[in-house]
């Protein structure tokens, strides 16, 4: 069974998702955006065993926390991310275009391909890659348990910006139209920031893109 624990984390009430494989105690942190040891405590708390952190895009506010939460950990765990937002992880995020500096990370470890699955114990994920708001930007969905964690490409009601550096909006409406709209209507949408919503609900009120 799939277990989801939101986390609101740092300078711009980031999500982070603690997840995990209850049956084995495989856990995973998608976006460990701040306070690192917070999250290892929630973990920890719960007899929980993180083994991967899935990054949906490297914007600062997504990654802050992976240098803290990784040195929290008794073995060092996978790091996934989609090649394309690798220079956007060297260079912190674009941390310093706001004034903040993160804590020294780990280099990732897993390159995440369009298509491929990544597992939790006997739960699989499928990765999305779907640019837009960053040109490595990935979604992680599982069918199993009618959920997608959609990061910052599309919000309740709303979706990612594209004026940031390696923004584009053609790019965000396509992903969006071809990898979120086509999910079932009743998969829940959990977001980089803001309240949950679903695929119905979006493709019914977005005004941003429509179905």
């Known amino acids: 069974m799939l277990e ?36 290892a405590a929630e973990a920890k708390q719960r007899n929980w065993r ?30 996934a991310l989609h090649p394309n937002d690798r220079p956007l992880w060297d260079t912190q ?14 280099d990732t470890t897993l390159n995440l ?13 499928k990765v999305l890659h779907t640019p837009g708001h960053t040109p490595g930007h990935c979604i992680y969905y599982c069918a199993d348990a009618g959920v997608c964690f959609c990061g910052d490409l599309i919000f309740r009601e709303s979706v990612g910006r594209t004026d940031l550096p390696g923004g584009n909006w053609e790019s965000l409406v396509a992903s969006i139209r071809s990898y979120v709209f086509s999910l ?19 493709k019914s009120v977005n005004p941003f893109v429509h179905g």
């Not at 083994?51 to 926390?65: A, E, K, M, Y």
């Not at 995020?93 to 780990?106: C, I, V």
């Not at 391909?113 to 994920?125: E, I, P």
């Open 93 to 106: 995020g674009g941390a310093a275009l706001f004034g903040l500096s993160l804590p020294a990370a780990p």
């Open 50 to 79: 993180i083994g991967q952190l899935w990054i949906t895009h490297s914007h600062f506010d997504h990654i802050g926390g992976t240098g803290d939460l990784v040195r929290s950990l008794p073995a060092e765990p996978v790091i």
């Open 184 to 202: 079932p209507e009743e998969t829940r949408l959990l977001s980089g920031h803001g309240p949950e919503t679903t695929v119905g609900q979006e």
């Open 4 to 39: 989801i624990v939101p986390l609101i984390l740092g300078p711009v009430a980031t999500n982070t998702y603690l997840i995990a494989d209850t049956e084995t105690g495989e856990a995973a942190v998608i976006d460990p955006a701040w306070d690192g040891q917070l999250i």
């Open 113 to 125: 391909v369009h298509g491929m699955d990544l597992h939790l114990g006997q739960t699989a994920f």
